[in-house]
């Protein structure tokens, strides 16, 4: 496992990449990959030293296909990086190669900054228990996606439910949801290493959101785990709303992460 980067929304990742898959470190790179399940993008990637040019398009290109591999098992492209810039970002080169650009905030905070939000009586929240908490959970993921009946869609979905389970079974940290009478509405990841806490694909349903929903069930997880973690982390996409509902929270930003993905051609 490579040494721990300052930036702690990349930092983290790689500790739960380390866990589902592997990491390795190059010369140029942090290398992951996850073999058994190539359709996912974030979990097959090169993490660059520092944000990338026009310039050096080609040869990312072709680091990626020798170190992480070509298609038709890994058909896509993914670069990220630690982005230390707080202004404008120009990846207009890698857009126009296809490429879709990401730009996240990470975003932290102590126990002791947390300001609770007061609980609605109507919300349960609590850890997933059931296949049925599964099925639930996949709906709502795949309702915010593109084309949720793609096969490659799909195939990631599965994947990642069991790339989640494995680290709960391991005693890793677990998957929340929030509840409304028995109707999951909202739901979230947290697992651990050592004493950090790292939060994962907070999702609100679409016709629940702006109520408030979002910020109870992560002011609930947290105190539900209180003591487990010196430090929790957020990765937020700068273009959404969903920093701002952290940040009322206690959290605050501690850097930023960019990220380049070409998903494969339709078929």
């Not at 030293?49 to 890994?74: H, K, M, Q, T, Y």
Request: glycine residues 8%.
């Amino acid at each position: 496992m490579p040494a721990l980067p300052e930036n702690l929304g990349l930092a983290t990742d790689l500790l739960l990449h380390a866990e589902t898959g592997s990491v390795e470190t190059t010369d140029r790179y942090v290398v992951v990959r996850t073999p058994q399940a190539p359709d996912y993008f974030f979990g097959n990637m090169l993490v660059l030293r520092e944000r990338p040019s026009a310039s050096n398009i080609d040869r990312l290109e072709d680091d990626f296909a020798r170190l992480v591999g070509v298609p038709p098992s890994i058909a896509h492209r993914t670069f990220t990086w630690s982005e230390n810039d707080a202004g404008a970002v120009d990846l207009a080169a890698f857009v126009e190669r296809g490429y879709d650009a990401t730009l996240c905030r990470v975003l932290t905070a102590t126990p002791d900054r947390i300001r609770p939000t007061v609980a609605r009586t109507n919300l349960e929240v609590r850890a997933f228990h059931s296949q049925r908490d599964w099925d639930d959970w996949a709906a709502m993921q795949l309702a915010n996606m593109p084309d949720p009946a793609d096969p490659t869609t799909l195939r990631y979905m599965a994947q990642q439910q069991i790339a989640h389970k494995n680290l709960i079974a391991r005693g890793l940290g677990a998957w929340w949801g929030a509840f409304i009478d028995g109707e999951q509405v909202g739901s979230l990841g947290l697992f651990f290493f050592g004493r950090i806490g790292r939060f994962q694909a907070v999702v609100t349903s679409e016709q629940h959101r702006n109520k408030g929903i979002c910020k109870t069930l992560v002011s609930e997880v947290i105190r539900a785990t209180a003591g487990s973690a010196d430090h929790l982390v957020m990765v937020a996409d700068e273009s959404y709303h969903a920093g701002k509902i952290y940040e009322s929270l206690g959290f605050a930003q501690h850097g930023r992460l960019g990220s380049v993905c070409r998903e494969p051609e339709p078929v």
